[in-house]
């Protein structure tokens, strides 16, 4: 029912795979364990126009952990925002492409992002401006669970909920892993889904793997009335990898040329291909 939005997610891991191994730097894992969440957003649900980015009345996706960019510049390539030998440029100086999202140097990012807990803010805002100017168009953010433990996304909880923004979806990328290690060790952040409740938001529980639940999911938030709605995807850091799957150390280490070869293989590419 899903192999083409299967295939992209593959080939999507791919080029992830191969743009930290010649960048030489990078996040591997929370890229890779958000893939197939972007992948739903960018190649079926979100109303986006590639040849006109900057369109009024586009969904807006809001990469809040913006260290996870190097997912988010290949589904912008492969939709065609920009051509896809740009991902070769990952990080480079005077690129297009630099370690965090910059709105005013790629095309198709809604909002520059670096500082974690940021960017749920910035969307709160565009979903708000959506409701004061009397748009349709809805507004999707994605979170780290690390990121969760930052005191603005709770303030961004409480703005959401006060305000009855309910055409704004955050997904949150929960892999349980961060920068230092297991969240459990280093700041335990459960029961997550029972905190947003508190703030007023509406809580859907899914495997952030499964197109089936992402769709699912995304349909039971434009159907809730009055609040807005997080979804909390239970991902693998390192998705698709092996060797990388739930490891810390992939969490900001790019890939050598074995490693990046080994990885593309897995995942049935080949590393020049």
């Known amino acids: 029912m899903y192999k083409d939005l299967e295939d992209t997610a593959r080939q999507i891991r791919i080029d992830i795979i191969k743009m930290l191994e010649k960048a030489g730097s990078g996040h591997p894992g929370g890229s890779l364990s958000a893939v197939e969440i972007v992948t739903a957003l960018y190649f079926k649900e979100m109303n986006i126009d590639p ?9 807006r996706f809001v990469l809040s952990k913006g260290h996870g960019a190097p997912v988010l510049y290949a589904a912008l390539a492969r939709k065609g925002y920009f051509p896809k030998k740009e991902l ?8 297009m492409l630099q370690g965090h999202p910059d709105m005013k140097s790629t095309p198709g990012i ?90 007023g938001w509406h809580v859907i529980d899914i495997d952030g793997h499964s197109f089936e639940q992402i769709f699912n ?50 995942l049935g590419g080949i590393i020049n291909g």
Request: charged fraction near 25%; avoid cysteine.
């Open 217 to 266: 999911a995304i349909d039971e938030a434009k159907n809730t009335k009055g609040k807005p709605t997080i979804i909390i995807a239970k991902t693998i850091k390192g998705k698709g990898v092996s060797f990388m799957e739930n490891q810390v150390g992939w969490h900001g280490k790019a890939p050598s040329k074995e490693e990046a070869e080994k990885a593309i293989e897995e």
């Open 88 to 95: 070769n440029n990952l990080r480079r100086i005077n690129s």
């Open 51 to 59: 040849k006109n980015p900057n369109w009024a009345d586009r969904d």
């Open 110 to 199: 809604d909002m520059t992002t670096g500082s974690l807990g940021q960017g749920i803010a910035a969307a709160n805002g565009m979903a708000l401006a959506g409701k004061i100017d009397n748009k349709d168009y809805r507004v999707y953010a994605l979170i780290g669970d690390g990121e969760a433990q930052e005191g603005i996304v709770w303030e961004a909880a409480m703005f959401a909920s006060h305000y009855k923004l309910d055409n704004i979806t955050v997904f949150l990328d929960h892999n349980g892993l961060q920068i230092d290690g297991f969240n459990k060790d280093v700041m335990n952040i459960e029961p997550i889904g029972d905190k947003f409740k508190a703030f």
